[in-house]
DNA sequence: GCACTCTTTCAGCAGACTTTCAGCTGCCCT
DNA sequence: AGGGCAGCTGAAAGTCTGCTGAAAGAGTGC
């Protein structure tokens, strides 16, 4: 589950991350409408949650660029006003729903989940790799039929992976994709969760799915 | 995929060839405008990222320039300053896009993909010559069918000259490219490598893909 | 407040990879 | 034939990367 937030405060963004990263999606973040938007052309979220008010592009644009485009990834609005004129005009650009702040986490993630319901599209529910799967619906991850307990961190990593099977993922795009876009630290915390997943996924089943590309990162083998 | 960029903040500019070339484009860099601008017009890139603030030469400066000899390689300008102004010059002379620092790499690398696809060149993901393919995306390297196992170094050397099949490349090209670009040492570093390269893809095959041109270079055969 | 789990940092280590070097081979020229 | 280069080679030295255990730090639930 990919959803993109476009929010400036970033006390709020990061609220949201976390929150909804703790559910098992995968959420990507950007701070101004500019970015905001190009990271929606670029790639292919399950959901979008935009503030109107934003530097650069404002929310509405967005959503009009967006639609045009012939981009119907469901959009959910937010913004500080309670105007009906905000409203309207959300709905009219083609925003699909509409949230007035300050709101509660819980309502957003209701109102967000019935938006991807409804927009259920064609989505493979599962990640697989051979007999390894993760579902990040359900936040669970088996091989060969034992179900593995992965912590939120562990699960991300994993997920990111899996996402790009085969692929050679760099460390730095493990970094940008799990963690923070601005995390300072050391490159070094993913190998410390490669060794993790290793211990969960691999070592009890005598397999090794996950390869590492000495002077290039990782790839997650397509077979398992 | 060949990205030129023109930065002089050592540390950025090293993490974005760090980054992008984890990602399989082929990254020079230049600390100068002037560097920056004479590689720009000797070498076909397929995007060029360029700071606008630069000793010598600056951005603005490189991207007329180039405009005015024809050369529309997609331009992503980078600047410290967020005025309005610098924006609409950059747009003004020619440049594709425009990027505030601080920016998250994954805006980075989301514009540049962007402006490339843009720029529709179509790119075969893969490099062939004959029956030998490198793919730069998995780090995969292949002939025959068979998979061959390539160190960082090895890897980037062969990806070099396979992105120039048929012609003539010198060693000071090769280093100039793969290496560092204030690399000091030795070319015999070529050689070395181009010696563990013919003994990966060369000799088990019974073929020989990669030429000596003796006084010249090497050369990779089109046939491979 | 305390116990617990999860996340992050850190420094040492082993091994893989990179670089250097000196001698050798073979081409080309006189 | 012999000298001068350019390139080739084997081996050793040097560097760097990734792995690891341990422990500190954060966050959460009781």
């Known amino acids: 589950m990919r959803i993109l937030v476009i929010e400036d405060e970033r006390l709020l963004a990061t609220a949201l991350k976390r929150g909804l990263e703790a559910e098992g999606a995968s959420v990507d973040v950007a701070l101004t409408g500019t970015d905001g938007l190009w990271m929606a052309q670029e790639n292919p979220y399950d959901a979008v949650v935009a503030d109107i008010m934003l530097p650069g592009v404002n929310g509405f644009q967005i959503c009009r660029e967006l639609r045009t485009e012939g981009n119907w990834t469901p959009i959910l609005m937010l913004t500080a006003k309670d105007g009906e004129l905000d409203e309207a005009e959300a709905l009219d650009v083609g925003a699909d729903d509409y949230l007035t702040k300050p709101f509660s986490y819980v309502v957003l993630r209701a109102r967000l989940r019935a938006l991807m319901r409804r927009g259920a599209r064609e989505r493979p529910p599962v990640l697989a790799a051979g007999d390894l799967t993760v579902d990040p619906a359900t936040r669970r991850c088996r091989r060969a039929g034992n179900e593995i307990e992965l912590t939120a961190r562990e699960f991300s990593v994993l997920e990111y ?50 390869e590492t590309v000495r002077g290039s990162g990782y790839r997650l083998a397509p077979g398992g």
């Open 161 to 210: 992976l899996m996402r790009r099977v085969g692929e050679v993922v760099s460390k730095r795009e493990v970094l940008d994709h799990v963690w923070d876009y601005d995390f300072e630290g050391d490159a070094n915390i993913v190998e410390v969760y490669v060794r993790y997943l290793r211990n969960k996924v691999d070592r009890p089943f005598g397999r090794n799915a996950i």
